[in-house]
T-cell receptor, first 112, second 111 residues
Framework: DGGITQSPKYLFRKEGQNVTLSCEQN?????MYWYRQDPGQGLRLIYY???????QKGDIAEGYSVSREKKESFPLTVTSAQKNPTAFYLC???????????FGSGTRLTVV | AQSVSQHNHHVILSEAASLELGCNYS??????LFWYVQYPGQHLQLLLK??????LVKGIKGFEAEFIKSKFSFNLRKPSVQWSDTAEYFC?????????FGTGTRLQVFP
């Protein structure tokens, strides 16, 4: 089945550590996105990539980094510079030929 | 840049009640509008979308939305809700090459 796989589903890290969230898609979509979901704040865009080896900052990119070395993969690193990293992170992808986005099931990151 | 406002943060209804969730976007021109739903523990799913044409859009599970250009609105409606509609609902607008989401509305439906 085609879709987006985010792993792991739950992630715990100590404060000050970098952590990388995985996002893989087998939909052959060109564009991929990372959103952060917090209660009462909806989904806020962190980074997005329209094509391999290119990506743009979203509204809340500070403290995060991404790479897009392969079409299928768009990992997100939450660095120690991110002031409030505990959140639910959603990855999505899209194709210009289909409406809307396909979302992964998310990773819940808790930093203690 | 576009922005989206959802004014209803938490809505509580009894089964069979009618539903209307508000969504306003910030500026006009050609807009692509979406409603997504997130059922507890599940992926975000597309409910319906508007790109052009008939401003009354029908989606899955009996939902519909009306695009009113003069009001910059795209409200979501359902004539009779069910307990299984309990979920969080997000309105979104396409801004050049990305989607901008609203803050979401949590709907609770009681039997």
């Amino acid at each position: 089945d085609g879709g987006i796989t985010q792993s792991p589903k739950y992630l715990f890290r100590k404060e000050g550590q970098n952590v990388t969230l995985s996002c893989e898609q087998n939909l052959n979509h060109d564009a991929m996105y990372w959103y952060r979901q917090d209660p009462g704040q909806g989904l806020r865009l962190i980074y997005y990539s329209q094509i391999v080896n290119d990506f743009q900052k979203g509204d809340i990119a500070e403290g995060y980094s991404v790479s897009r070395e392969k079409k299928e993969s768009f990992p997100l690193t939450v660095t120690s510079a991110q002031k409030n990293p505990t959140a639910f992170y959603l990855c999505a992808s899209s194709s210009p030929f289909l409406p809307g986005y396909t979302f992964g099931s998310g990773t819940r990151l808790t930093v203690v | 840049a576009q922005s989206v406002s959802q004014h209803n943060h938490h809505v509580i209804l009894s089964e069979a009640a009618s539903l209307e969730l508000g969504c306003n976007y910030s500026y006009g021109g050609t807009v692509n509008l979406f409603w997504y739903v997130q059922y507890p523990g599940q992926h975000l799913q597309l409910l319906l979308k508007y790109f052009s044409g008939d401003p009354l859009v029908k989606g899955i599970k009996g939902f519909e939305a009306e695009f009113i250009k003069s009001k910059f609105s795209f409200n979501l409606r359902k004539p009779s809700v069910q307990w299984s509609d309990t979920a969080e609902y997000f309105c979104a607008v396409k801004d050049t090459d990305k989607l901008i989401f609203g803050t979401g509305t949590r709907l609770q439906v009681f039997p």
